[in-house]
Protein backbone atom coordinates (compact mmCIF):
# COMPACT_ATOMS: atom_id res chain seq x y z
CA UNK A 1 0.00 0.00 0.00
CA UNK A 2 1.49 3.46 -0.69
CA UNK A 3 2.02 6.28 1.36
CA UNK A 4 1.33 9.13 -0.84
CA UNK A 5 -1.65 11.11 -0.89
CA UNK A 6 -3.47 11.50 -4.29
CA UNK A 7 -2.61 15.29 -4.34
CA UNK A 8 1.49 14.73 -4.07
CA UNK A 9 0.87 12.13 -7.01
CA UNK A 10 0.00 15.03 -9.14
CA UNK A 11 3.10 17.01 -8.31
CA UNK A 12 5.09 17.44 -12.16
CA UNK A 13 7.81 19.97 -10.58
CA UNK A 14 8.86 20.62 -7.72
CA UNK A 15 12.40 22.80 -6.95
CA UNK A 16 13.55 25.06 -3.63
CA UNK A 17 15.33 27.67 -4.75
CA UNK A 18 17.77 27.23 -1.72
CA UNK A 19 20.73 30.09 -1.08
CA UNK A 20 24.07 29.44 -2.93
CA UNK A 21 27.45 28.74 -1.09
CA UNK A 22 28.56 32.13 -1.14
CA UNK A 23 25.12 33.71 0.03
CA UNK A 24 25.54 31.89 3.27
CA UNK A 25 28.60 34.10 4.69
CA UNK A 26 25.89 37.40 4.98
CA UNK A 27 24.43 35.58 8.26
CA UNK A 28 28.30 34.55 9.71
CA UNK A 29 29.42 38.27 9.18
CA UNK A 30 26.31 40.10 10.72
CA UNK A 31 26.55 37.38 13.23
CA UNK A 32 30.15 38.48 13.73
CA UNK A 33 29.68 42.21 13.57
CA UNK A 34 26.66 41.95 16.29
CA UNK A 35 28.94 40.03 18.55
CA UNK A 36 31.46 42.52 18.49
CA UNK A 37 29.30 45.02 19.01
CA UNK A 38 28.71 43.72 22.28
CA UNK A 39 32.17 42.51 23.30
CA UNK A 40 33.09 45.69 24.95
CA UNK A 41 30.60 45.71 27.33
CA UNK A 42 31.06 42.01 28.38
CA UNK A 43 32.70 39.14 26.07
CA UNK A 44 30.64 36.27 27.51
CA UNK A 45 27.52 38.27 26.04
CA UNK A 46 29.34 39.23 23.02
CA UNK A 47 29.79 35.76 22.36
CA UNK A 48 26.10 34.77 23.42
CA UNK A 49 24.91 37.77 20.96
CA UNK A 50 26.82 36.76 18.27
CA UNK A 51 26.14 32.80 18.44
CA UNK A 52 21.74 33.73 18.79
CA UNK A 53 22.39 36.26 16.18
CA UNK A 54 23.77 33.26 13.65
CA UNK A 55 21.21 30.72 14.76
CA UNK A 56 17.93 33.31 14.39
CA UNK A 57 19.81 34.65 10.65
CA UNK A 58 20.44 30.61 9.65
CA UNK A 59 16.73 29.67 10.27
CA UNK A 60 15.28 32.97 8.76
CA UNK A 61 17.01 31.71 5.30
CA UNK A 62 15.91 28.12 5.71
CA UNK A 63 11.88 29.54 6.31
CA UNK A 64 12.16 31.45 3.59
CA UNK A 65 13.27 29.28 0.69
CA UNK A 66 10.55 29.63 -1.48
CA UNK A 67 9.19 27.22 -3.79
CA UNK A 68 8.62 26.30 -7.04
CA UNK A 69 5.30 23.80 -7.70
CA UNK A 70 3.61 22.78 -10.72
CA UNK A 71 0.44 20.09 -10.41
CA UNK A 72 -2.15 18.92 -12.89
CA UNK A 73 -3.87 22.16 -11.95
CA UNK A 74 -1.98 24.77 -10.13
CA UNK A 75 1.29 26.61 -10.58
CA UNK A 76 2.98 27.98 -7.28
CA UNK A 77 6.26 30.14 -7.27
CA UNK A 78 7.21 31.33 -4.11
CA UNK A 79 3.60 32.70 -2.33
CA UNK A 80 1.88 33.07 -5.66
CA UNK A 81 -0.64 30.47 -6.76
CA UNK A 82 -2.19 29.94 -10.21
CA UNK A 83 -4.43 27.92 -11.95
CA UNK A 84 -2.85 26.43 -14.94
CA UNK A 85 -5.85 26.89 -17.18
CA UNK A 86 -4.39 30.83 -17.00
CA UNK A 87 -0.85 30.12 -17.86
CA UNK A 88 -0.51 30.51 -21.68
CA UNK A 89 2.73 30.65 -23.43
CA UNK A 90 6.24 29.51 -21.06
CA UNK A 91 9.36 30.31 -22.78
CA UNK A 92 13.11 29.34 -20.63
CA UNK A 93 16.12 31.52 -20.65
CA UNK A 94 19.80 30.94 -19.78
CA UNK A 95 22.85 33.44 -20.08
CA UNK A 96 22.58 36.53 -22.27
CA UNK A 97 19.16 36.35 -22.60
CA UNK A 98 18.05 35.57 -19.11
CA UNK A 99 19.88 38.59 -18.45
CA UNK A 100 17.91 40.58 -20.71
CA UNK A 101 14.79 39.39 -18.80
CA UNK A 102 15.89 40.08 -15.53
CA UNK A 103 16.62 43.88 -16.79
CA UNK A 104 16.18 45.14 -20.38
CA UNK A 105 12.99 43.57 -21.43
CA UNK A 106 11.43 43.24 -18.11
CA UNK A 107 7.91 44.17 -17.54
CA UNK A 108 7.28 46.75 -14.66
CA UNK A 109 3.85 44.62 -13.35
CA UNK A 110 5.39 41.11 -13.95
CA UNK A 111 5.39 38.90 -11.11
CA UNK A 112 9.15 37.95 -10.16
CA UNK A 113 10.53 35.49 -7.98
CA UNK A 114 13.85 36.35 -9.03
CA UNK A 115 17.58 35.03 -7.00
CA UNK A 116 20.78 36.89 -8.35
CA UNK A 117 22.94 33.36 -7.72
CA UNK A 118 20.71 31.44 -10.33
CA UNK A 119 20.82 32.26 -14.32
CA UNK A 120 18.03 30.45 -15.47
CA UNK A 121 14.83 31.76 -15.87
CA UNK A 122 11.10 30.53 -16.49
CA UNK A 123 8.73 33.29 -17.89
CA UNK A 124 4.81 32.44 -18.02
CA UNK A 125 2.67 34.23 -19.81
CA UNK A 126 -0.63 35.10 -17.71
CA UNK A 127 -3.70 34.88 -19.61
CA UNK A 128 -6.32 35.69 -16.77
CA UNK A 129 -8.24 38.78 -18.36
CA UNK A 130 -9.02 40.09 -14.45
CA UNK A 131 -5.09 40.04 -13.64
CA UNK A 132 -2.91 43.02 -14.89
CA UNK A 133 -0.10 40.99 -13.98
CA UNK A 134 1.43 40.20 -17.78
CA UNK A 135 3.30 37.37 -16.96
CA UNK A 136 5.47 35.64 -14.33
CA UNK A 137 9.14 35.41 -13.81
CA UNK A 138 11.27 32.89 -11.78
CA UNK A 139 14.53 31.96 -11.49
CA UNK A 140 15.12 28.23 -11.82
CA UNK A 141 18.20 26.02 -11.58
CA UNK A 142 16.50 23.85 -14.28
CA UNK A 143 14.81 25.76 -16.54
CA UNK A 144 14.54 22.87 -19.22
CA UNK A 145 12.78 20.99 -16.75
CA UNK A 146 10.00 23.52 -15.46
CA UNK A 147 9.79 24.75 -19.09
CA UNK A 148 9.01 21.54 -20.35
CA UNK A 149 6.44 20.59 -17.20
CA UNK A 150 4.53 23.59 -18.43
CA UNK A 151 4.32 22.40 -21.91
CA UNK A 152 6.62 25.49 -22.91
CA UNK A 153 9.76 25.76 -25.08
CA UNK A 154 13.48 26.51 -24.34
CA UNK A 155 14.55 30.50 -25.93
CA UNK A 156 17.12 29.14 -28.68
CA UNK A 157 14.04 27.18 -30.19
CA UNK A 158 12.00 29.99 -31.00
CA UNK A 159 11.80 31.58 -33.83
CA UNK A 160 13.13 34.80 -31.95
CA UNK A 161 16.47 32.86 -30.54
CA UNK A 162 16.87 30.71 -33.86
CA UNK A 163 17.12 34.46 -35.79
CA UNK A 164 18.94 35.75 -32.95
CA UNK A 165 21.43 32.67 -33.28
CA UNK A 166 21.89 33.38 -37.22
CA UNK A 167 22.42 36.83 -36.77
CA UNK A 168 25.43 36.31 -34.77
CA UNK A 169 26.60 33.64 -36.92
CA UNK A 170 26.65 36.11 -39.69
CA UNK A 171 28.62 38.36 -37.42
CA UNK A 172 30.91 36.36 -36.61
CA UNK A 173 31.17 35.13 -40.43
CA UNK A 174 32.10 38.37 -40.94
CA UNK A 175 34.67 39.20 -38.52
CA UNK A 176 36.40 35.91 -39.42
CA UNK A 177 36.61 37.14 -43.57
Known sequence: MSNTSPAASSVLYSEKLWPSASTWIWPVIIAITAGVAVA????????????????????????????????????????????????????????????????????????????????????????????????WLTSTRRPEELTAALGGIMYEFTEEGKAQAEAEDDSSEVIED
Open 40 to 135: PINTILGWGVGVAMLIALVVIFLVRVPTIEITDSTVTVGRASIERQFIGEVVGYRGEEAFKQRGQKLHGLAYMLLRGWLDGVVKMEVTDERDTTPY
